[in-house]
């Protein structure tokens, strides 16, 4: 059999360990220390918005991987942050984003989480680089978090856009 080398292990809640007190932290502190693999708990409990998980664990992704130690790209460079599988898989609107930054000569550092497989290689790979984008462009409520602490962690500048439809 092949074995798994995950980049990292997320440990999330559901409401009935979140009940009964379970101590996630704790748990991910020893699944780390015994596996010497990275833990990240986002504190979910199943009773919220998938929005509310999806905030914290992009935002834990950044604290945790993205180097502080990093340049600025010498050409214009941009991540999107808050692109998810729940809401951009199946309209190609992702795919049309990273095409459409490309066509205009603008590199994407990174995408917090989904893969574009022309640009920024693996997703952890790409997180780490994040702090070396000219600009951020957040495009759910998922990624404001992260946005706001690029933005004081590098200076990046960040867009907030939305879709906008006919009236």
Not at 24 to 40: H, K, M, N, T
Not at 93 to 107: K, P, V, W
Request: glycine share 10%; proline share 5%; hydrophobic share 35%.
């Amino acid at each position: 059999t092949k074995k798994k080398e995950p980049d990292f292990i997320a440990v999330c809640g559901s409401p009935m360990p979140m009940m009964t007190g379970t101590d996630f932290d704790a748990i991910g502190e020893r699944i780390e220390s015994e596996s010497g693999i990275p833990v990240l708990t986002p504190h979910t409990n199943g009773m919220h918005s998938y929005l509310c998980g999806e905030s914290q664990a992009i935002d834990m992704l950044a604290r945790r991987f993205c180097k502080t130690d990093i340049e600025k790209t010498e050409k214009i460079s941009a991540n999107i942050i808050g692109a998810t599988p729940l809401d951009f898989s199946l309209n190609g609107s992702f795919s049309s984003m990273c095409r459409c930054l490309n066509e205009a000569g603008i590199d994407i550092v990174s995408t917090f989480t989904m893969k574009d497989n022309t640009t920024c290689g693996g997703l952890l790979e790409s997180v780490k680089k994040a702090g070396s984008a000219w600009v951020n462009l957040v495009v759910s409520y998922g990624g404001l978090k992260t946005a706001e602490y690029l933005k004081s962690q590098f200076g990046t500048p960040y867009l907030c856009g939305v879709p906008a439809g006919k009236k």
